[in-house]
């Protein structure tokens, strides 16, 4: 059974090894060109090349920047649709946690003061910046955050954010754990 970081690892090292073909051709074939136009500017020839060999390097270094155009737009084309696919899945993460966060919030009997608090506060918002965004006093989020953590079963901010990332790294249909257990510091 093969992870899914392993087949991004796959994935990553296949547009790289992907790449390497494409410089290397369009490198060679500047390079043709490139010392062709210095030879000729600066007389490094002995003697001049014979038309038809000269014709035949230009073509070949030709075709390979066409193949390098070529490659490079497929590589282009490639990435763009991985980047479209992963930005949905990024959409569909992003709204799977905001309705996890939601449930969450509605277990716990979370006011609705309680859960700007609770965005606040796993956004990584601190008291005071939390307090100034809602416009009441940092007593006030605090006896609110106090409340979410009661209500949630945990000691603080940071096992208030291992509750849903348990949730979101859990198997689909595998229990999770119950809540608050096992979660209180000392």
Same mark, same amino acid.
């Given at each position: 059974?093969?992870?899914?970081?392993?087949?991004?690892?796959?994935?990553?090292?296949?547009?790289?090894?992907? %790449?390497?073909?494409?410089?290397?051709?369009?490198?060679?074939?500047?390079?043709?060109?490139?010392?062709?136009?210095?030879?000729?500017?600066?007389?490094?020839?002995?003697?001049?090349?014979? $038309?038809?060999?000269?014709?035949?390097?230009?073509?070949?270094?030709?075709?390979?920047?066409?193949?390098?155009?070529?490659?490079?737009?497929? +590589?282009?084309?490639?990435?763009?649709?991985?980047?479209?696919?992963?930005?949905?899945?990024?959409?569909?993460?992003?709204?799977?946690?905001?309705? %996890?966060?939601?449930?969450?919030?509605?277990? $716990?009997?979370?006011?609705? =003061?309680?859960?700007?608090?609770?965005?606040?506060? %796993?956004?990584?918002?601190?008291?005071?910046?939390?307090?100034?965004?809602?416009?009441?006093?940092?007593?006030?989020?605090?006896?609110?955050?106090?409340?979410?953590?009661?209500?949630?079963?945990?000691?603080?901010?940071?096992? +208030?954010?291992?509750?849903? +990332?348990?949730?979101?790294? =859990?198997?689909?249909?595998?229990?999770?754990?119950?809540?608050?257990?096992?979660?209180?510091?000392?």
């Amino acid at each position: 059974m093969t992870t899914e970081p392993a087949r991004r690892g796959r994935r990553r090292i296949g547009v790289a090894s992907a %790449l390497v073909p494409v410089v290397a051709v369009q490198s060679v074939a500047t390079l043709v060109f490139v010392w062709d136009i210095v030879a000729g500017v600066f007389g490094l020839r002995a003697e001049p090349i014979a $038309w038809e060999t000269r014709e035949l390097i230009e073509m070949g270094a030709a075709i390979g920047l066409v193949i390098g155009v070529v490659l490079g737009a497929a +590589l282009l084309v490639a990435t763009l649709r991985r980047n479209h696919r992963i930005e949905g899945q990024l959409r569909r993460a992003s709204t799977a946690f905001a309705e %996890l966060l939601d449930e969450r919030f509605g277990e $716990w009997g979370l006011t609705p =003061s309680e859960r700007d608090v609770a965005w606040f506060t %796993l956004k990584g918002f601190s008291l005071a910046e939390i307090a100034k965004l809602r416009q009441t006093s940092e007593g006030t989020v605090k006896a609110q955050s106090n409340a979410i953590y009661r209500k949630a079963g945990v000691g603080g901010r940071t096992q +208030l954010l291992s509750l849903f +990332l348990d949730d979101l790294m =859990s198997e689909p249909g595998a229990a999770a754990p119950p809540r608050g257990e096992g979660r209180r510091a000392g």
